[in-house]
């Protein structure tokens, strides 16, 4: 099918009776583009892309196979390497990280636990050593940052999400227990099970699929910034890559195994995972551990965000709706209703707020008769 609303065009389908789903992405959709793709108990029932992935070319319309940056939706990824590890009894939940990784025991970091890590109550939401951008793509100088670095607070009894490292920090446990990186476990351990389309660290030969990343407006930036004094402001600009487009938009960014990339529809069957862990089959991971993730760990003000979070392992629980998933710095969100065995992931190249991102969850919450996020 294809819907256009001025010059904005998606192509795709949709299921009967979610035929609304594509009239609101349609009005939503103002800059760059976007896929969209909605599951139900496995099944797909609504799969649109439209919009242009390419700030240098307006015609190069997005594509049902376009690859877009996860931002925080990665962490997702980075958990379920820690958790395949854990299923295979490589390494524990609560196992201090240190045990795989020595030099991390510095400076009271030695009791942190990967659990911690993965509910963001370790401490670690930042580094104090000045990083260039460029740096978050040399592993190992960001890991002995984070060796010498201090907890921001006494670990486990606060949170605040690890918005720059989360991928550093779980990645260099894999690599010590495995001796692979993170991007090379993934690809080999899920990529069979989940497709090839999600990648942590994307290969020369599909860097033609990438959208560009549209940064925000000076207005957006400075609403999400907010106070240069906040923790928020010193752990997103050490270094300030989500405000350097013209690194994003290359391909030593595209390599980097802490970027993860993927489109709409491969998201969407690795968060089947969760969707279905009361519907469906026993899948790569046995179904305890995966409701062990998507409960909650952490919860309460998070000192980051400046707001009320429920941190779960690699995913975070929408209040009480009963939707658990991620979302991403640029507006994107990929989440879950296991009641339903629903799977809703949206994955745009225009960095915004996520109101856009909730008008479409909502409408979907609506046509399945949950609570709204």
Not at 257 to 268: F, K, L, Q, R
Not at 291 to 315: N, Y
């Amino acid at each position: 099918m294809e819907t256009k609303t001025g010059l904005k065009q998606l192509s795709g389908s949709t299921a009967p009776g979610f035929e609304r789903m594509a009239d609101v992405l349609s009005e939503r959709l103002k800059c760059g583009g976007a896929g969209l793709s909605i599951h139900i108990d496995g099944r797909p029932v609504v799969s649109l892309w439209g919009g242009t992935r390419r700030l240098s070319d307006r015609s190069d319309e997005w594509t049902e196979d376009t690859l877009v940056n996860l931002w925080s939706i990665a962490k997702t990824f980075n958990a379920l390497c820690i958790l395949d590890l854990v299923n295979r009894k490589k390494i524990a939940l609560d196992d201090p990280v240190c045990r795989n990784w020595p030099e991390f025991a510095k400076n009271g970091k030695e009791e942190i636990t990967i659990r911690q890590v993965l509910c963001h109550s370790s401490g670690l939401p930042g580094v104090s050593q000045k990083l260039q951008t460029l740096d978050m793509c040399h592993w190992k100088k960001v890991c002995e940052c984070l060796e010498n670095e201090a907890p921001w607070w006494p670990p486990g009894t606060r949170r605040g999400v690890h918005i720059q490292f989360y991928g550093h920090l779980l990645g260099e446990v894999v690599r010590r227990a495995t001796g692979v990186s993170m991007g090379s476990f993934w690809h080999s351990r899920f990529a069979p099970a989940f497709g090839p389309d999600v990648f942590l660290g994307v290969p020369d030969s599909e860097h033609r699929r990438i959208a560009d990343v549209i940064e925000f407006s000076a207005t957006e930036k400075q609403a999400y910034l907010g106070d240069q004094n906040s923790m928020l402001y010193r752990a997103v600009t050490n270094p300030p890559f989500a405000f350097e487009p013209e690194i994003l938009n290359s391909s030593v960014w595209w390599r980097a195994e802490m970027c993860g990339y993927g489109t709409a529809e491969s998201v969407a069957r690795v968060y089947d995972l969760f969707a279905r862990v009361d519907s469906g089959s026993e899948g790569i991971l046995p179904k305890e551990l995966v409701r062990e993730a998507m409960r909650v760990q952490s919860e309460g003000f998070d000192e980051i965000l400046s707001k009320e979070k429920r941190w779960c392992l690699g995913l975070q629980a929408f209040g009480n709706s009963g939707w658990i998933g991620m979302a991403g710095l640029g507006g994107s969100i990929a989440a879950v209703h296991a009641k339903t065995a629903a799977c809703f992931v949206l994955l745009a190249n225009g960095m915004a707020d996520f109101k856009d991102a909730l008008v479409l969850m909502n409408e979907l919450a609506w046509l399945l008769g949950t609570d709204p996020l």
